[in-house]
C-alpha cells in the first residue's frame, strides 16, 4: 500500500527527497518544509511522482 513519491521544491522546482507514503492513510499530496540545496534555504517542498 506505500507509494514512493519524491519531494520537489516550490521555487526552483527540482526534486531533492525521495519517501514513501500510505495512500490509504493519507490520500491529499503532501507539503514539507524542507532544505534545499540549491537554493540554500529551506522553502515548501510538495509531492511528484517519480518518473
Known amino acids: ?3 514512493l513519491i ?3 521544491c516550490e521555487e526552483c522546482k527540482r526534486r531533492n527527497y525521495t519517501t ?3 495512500k ?3 490520500p491529499e499530496k503532501m507539503s514539507l518544509k524542507k532544505f ?3 537554493c540554500g534555504k529551506h522553502t515548501v ?3 511528484g ?3
Do not use: G, P, Q, V
Open 36 to 38: 534545499c540545496k540549491f
Open 1 to 3: 500500500m506505500r507509494e
Open 6 to 8: 519524491s519531494l520537489a
Open 24 to 26: 490509504r492513510n493519507h
Open 49 to 51: 511522482k517519480i518518473k
Open 20 to 22: 514513501d507514503k500510505n
Open 45 to 47: 517542498h510538495k509531492e
